[in-house]
């Protein structure tokens, strides 16, 4: 998680567009809702890169071009396969937050 903070921060101008939006009401900072797919699961990193319904066109599309399938991977395998392909991470990110914000702020 650390490294992909760091891969964040190094590859992006603007942080802000990588921040994933809190919900504060009975929830404790560290484990934020996601505000996209209404599961109620904690919407942090590994949620957005590897689980959100909302992104899974995208993430089919970046398992295609990377060859693998995250469903069949163990939480540190996922992060490894990041960093071998951080242009194609990237890219899913550029591509899943533009699809977010028309989501958030239509
Ligand atoms: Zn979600």
């Known amino acids: 998680m650390t490294k992909f903070r760091e891969f964040r921060d190094r590859t992006f101008d603007s942080k802000d567009d990588l921040i994933i939006p809190v919900s504060y009401a009975n929830l404790a900072i560290d484990e934020p809702t996601c505000l996209i797919c209404e599961t ?10 590897f689980d959100c319904n909302y992104y899974s066109d ?10 693998c399938s995250f469903n069949t991977m163990n939480t540190d ?8 392909h ?9 591509t899943a937050i533009t699809k977010r914000k028309q989501k958030l702020y239509r």
């Open 58 to 67: 995208e993430r089919m599309k970046l398992e295609n071009d990377i060859g």
């Open 40 to 49: 109620n699961a904690v919407g942090n990193e590994e949620h957005f890169l």
């Open 86 to 94: 951080p242009f194609r991470i990237a890219m899913f990110v550029k």
């Open 77 to 84: 395998d996922k992060f490894q396969t990041v960093f071998e």
